[in-house]
């Protein structure tokens, strides 16, 4: 894609706009906790990495077992809450990514909208981008509760797409994960990653990512061609 097609611009939320400070371990136990209450394999919960492939065993699990529709919603909405106290706790401790403000004013300087598609809840993310000083920028945020099909299923990229009324051609998807460089690709939207960290450079490079920002600031720079 050519820089100076670029109509939108859809962010990751944390590591990419903000600091997080989630206690992501105690989340994750009690997700755990929550599933093997209700008969789910500790041991296979235990191999999953990342928090989307917990619940999506989980929940492969609880079908497995029988359990009905009904059932299986007011588990997983049982974990919903678990999973969004424990994003609450930390928001007051939220910071903002070096040059995030400037950078989305400066997106706005040059018309682009911007969105964001995050696995947060929609409390944690919207009380975060208010306490950094960053939500008046954003047009359109969809988090994790306010989705159907949460990433790394592209129907949550194309979604807040959608809603930004514009074409996924003319979109840009900023995140700091693999899970957000395949979200991309299965929604065949334009990426770049964002890392500060070498191990997490490495992780995107492995993952086969081809631009990787040090400083968000590269954004305007790299719309700016």
Not at 20 to 35: F, G, Q
Not at 147 to 160: E, F, G, N, Y
């Amino acid at each position: 894609m050519k820089p100076n097609c670029v109509e939108a611009v859809v962010f990751d939320l944390d590591g990419t706009l903000v600091h997080s400070a989630v206690d992501y371990a105690k989340m994750r136990t009690k997700v755990i906790d929550i599933l093997v209450s209700h008969g789910v394999k500790e041991e296979s919960l235990k191999e999953a990495q990342r928090l989307w492939q917990l619940m999506h065993e989980g929940e492969k699990q609880l079908e497995e077992m029988s359990y009905g529709a009904n059932e299986r919603t007011e588990i997983l909405d049982s974990l919903t809450r678990a999973m969004n106290e424990v994003e609450l706790e930390s928001v007051d401790k939220v910071t903002p990514i070096e040059g995030a403000k400037d950078v989305l004013i400066k997106l706005k300087e040059m018309g682009i909208k911007i969105g964001i598609a995050t696995r947060g809840c929609g409390a944690y993310a919207r009380e975060a981008l208010r306490k950094t000083g960053l939500m008046e920028f954003v047009d359109i945020l969809l988090a994790r509760d306010e989705v159907t099909h949460s990433k790394p299923d592209p129907r949550h990229l194309m979604q807040v797409i959608n809603a930004l009324g514009v074409l996924p051609g003319t979109v840009v998807f900023v995140g700091d994960t693999a899970t957000d460089l395949q979200t991309a690709k299965d929604a065949s939207v334009t990426f770049l990653g964002f890392a500060q960290q070498d191990q997490n450079i490495e992780r995107l490079r492995n993952a086969g990512c081809e631009t990787i920002m040090e400083h968000l600031t590269q954004l305007v720079d790299f719309l700016s061609r």
